[in-house]
């Protein structure tokens, strides 16, 4: 284990904050450095605001959830999935811009994704923790609106940051040779390591949430695959100029 590797291996996500603030410098600096990640064709494809109005916070952790911790975080950032500087180009070019593409979508969700988890990572590094917060898809049109955010943008997910005033247990994530293998996909699920996996993750929540039952892993994927989630969400992308060709 390199110092690095432990600390992506305690990770576990924050949601009870102390009241010492994050500092600005600390806060740019972790920004910066994130900015160094890999991006798809140097697409850079993303935007970062911090919400700091308080009016803002509130509504936002009200439509997430409510996820109370997007009120209190000391940092809450919004991370969009931003094509306009490359719309920009092209008119400052003189070049029609091709919008709508699928290819585009994933380009600028996963430069999204990936600058946010380098923030996180270097956030965790420098004794923060923190939260992603998909909750603001619940309604990602008062989110443009709050935030100002047009088209050709879309808010992808929140971050609440700051100092940890909890300490969760890491919680297991499945085997490794369930998720990596050589030359080819897996034939078959083998269904007794689900069952291990699901003995692992009850123990996990008897220890951190003895009232919960039946938090099995399996049980959360079933919940989880067997509802629909976000409907509006096609409509919306589409709206956003991410139309979906
Ligand atoms: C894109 C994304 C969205 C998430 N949205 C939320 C959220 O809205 N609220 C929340 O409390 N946790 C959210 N999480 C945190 C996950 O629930 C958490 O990462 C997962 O359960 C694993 O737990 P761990 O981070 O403690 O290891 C999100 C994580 C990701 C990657």
């Known amino acids: 284990m390199t110092p690095f590797l432990e600390i992506m291996s305690a990770h576990r996500s924050i949601r009870k904050f102390t009241d010492r603030p994050v500092d600005a410098y600390l806060l740019t600096s972790l920004i910066t450095a994130a900015q160094c990640t890999s991006t798809s064709h140097h697409v850079q494809a993303y935007t970062i605001i911090q919400v700091t109005d308080p009016d803002n916070r509130q509504k936002i952790s009200d439509m997430a959830g409510p996820q109370p911790w997007v009120a209190q975080a000391p940092v809450f950032l919004v991370f969009c999935a931003d094509l306009t500087r490359l719309v920009s180009a092209c008119r400052n070019r003189n070049v029609d811009p091709e919008t709508g593409w699928t290819e ?4 600028a969700t996963v430069d999204t994704a990936l600058l946010a988890q380098s923030l996180m990572l270097g956030a965790e590094s420098a004794g923060l923790g923190g939260v992603f917060i998909g909750g603001i898809r619940n309604d990602p049109d008062l989110v443009c609106d709050l935030l100002h955010i047009p088209e050709h943008a879309f808010p992808v997910f929140g971050m609440c940051l700051g100092y940890p005033d909890d300490d969760p247990a890491p919680k297991p994530r499945l085997p490794l040779n369930m998720v990596f293998h050589q030359d080819r996909f897996p034939e078959t699920i083998d269904d007794r390591e689900m069952a ?11 220890k951190r949430a ?14 989880f ?17 991410f139309s979906i060709k």
């Open 225 to 241: 695959t067997g509802q629909v989630i976000r409907p509006h969400m096609k409509a919306f992308i589409r709206k956003k100029g």
């Open 196 to 206: 291990a996996y699901d003995g692992i993750i009850r123990a996990y929540y008897e």
């Open 210 to 223: 003895p009232k919960l039952t039946d938090r099995t892993w399996t049980r959360q994927m079933a919940d």
């Open 104 to 107: 585009q979508l994933l380009v």
